[in-house]
């Protein structure tokens, strides 16, 4: 069933509504504009704790705008994780293996394009790059991945928050929320709120702590403030939610192991993401912000090492300087300094 819907920006959304391999409700939104897409179909999948509109903030000329500009044909997955879908624990391997598939082939079956491009960011993309690796979707022909992909590289802190408070929480809280910030909140949670706005002076916005808290290390961890306006600083107090312990416990997991490692192993998908050559053609276009605090830009540095390796001359990294972790996305001048490589990218053939 399809439902058309005109949003403020004049987008036409057209919700397509999916499940999984395993029977999760998913959304897919088609997103058209003013004139007939003239380029293949590209997949926007958001990070974890986000939903598929973190790509269109209200107040700057987003991504969505700019692909739909550039020609694109442009659908947005809320995957699992999407907090505009029902609470539910998770893992990569639970994206990667149930989710990315059913999104890709709907897309190629409503669309007749032959393969499609995808942007992706946090774990939403190293969900989709382990799709990808593990052969799980070979229509995507290029992948735009922002901050992590296979190897997730985190700041000491960040090591610090998995090895001991992940622990105390995990017996307590099956969640962590940014809402927290928001109150009012009991026990624990009351707690770490008020420990995390002490602790995060810079800003008064208690969500933006709880953001740094819940992804990452640094004061602030996911953007810098002046990349930001004011109103989409606040619009993204409402944009982040919930985190399941089960995300967290395989991120621990994966950054000991150097590499994304499955908590659920399964037949024909690899226990270790990186030891093995791709099972894929798929181009990767490797991108970070130089101050990212939620995953080191040595993340994407060694994933591209890992690509090099199998398929060199293939793959590309690029490092944005001045950049972090989301703003690369809801910066007040993405769409001067980022979008445009984002584009370059997508259409970008090997060396």
Known sequence: MTVVATNRRLHVDEPHFLRAEDGVALTLIHVRGPQEPTKAPVLLVHGAGMRAESFRPPAIRSLVD???????????????????LARIPWTLDDVARN???????????????????????????????????????????????????????????????????????????PYVDVAWGDGPERGVRRATRNAVRLWHAECREPACNMASFALGSGHPALWHHSNLDAATHRWLGGEFGQIPMSLYAQVAASQRAKQIVAMQPADGMPAR????????????????????????????????????????????????????????????????????QFLSALDAKPA
């Open 99 to 173: 989710d990315h598939p059913v999104a890709v082939r709907h897309i190629v079956e409503a669309t007749g394009a032959p393969s499609i491009k995808a942007i992706a960011h946090c774990q939403g993309s190293s969900s989709l790059s382990m799709a990808v690796v593990a052969g799980l979707v070979p229509e995507v022909d290029t992948v735009v991945s922002n901050s992590v992909s296979l190897h997730p590289v985190i700041p000491r802190f960040a090591k610090v928050k998995l090895g001991v408070l992940r622990p105390l929480f995990q017996g307590r809280e």
């Open 273 to 340: 993401y990186a030891d093995q050559a791709p099972r894929s053609t798929a181009r990767f276009a490797l991108f970070t912000g130089a101050d990212n605090r939620a995953f080191l830009p040595e993340s994407q540095k060694a994933t591209y090492a890992y690509l090099e390796r199998h398929q060199p001359g293939v793959h590309s990294l690029s490092v944005i300087r001045r950049y972090g972790h989301a703003d690369v996305f809801v910066g007040h001048r993405a769409h001067i300094e980022v979008f445009p």
């Open 66 to 84: 700019v692909l739909l500009e550039d020609g694109r044909d442009v659908w947005m997955l809320n995957w699992r994780g999407s907090t505009d």
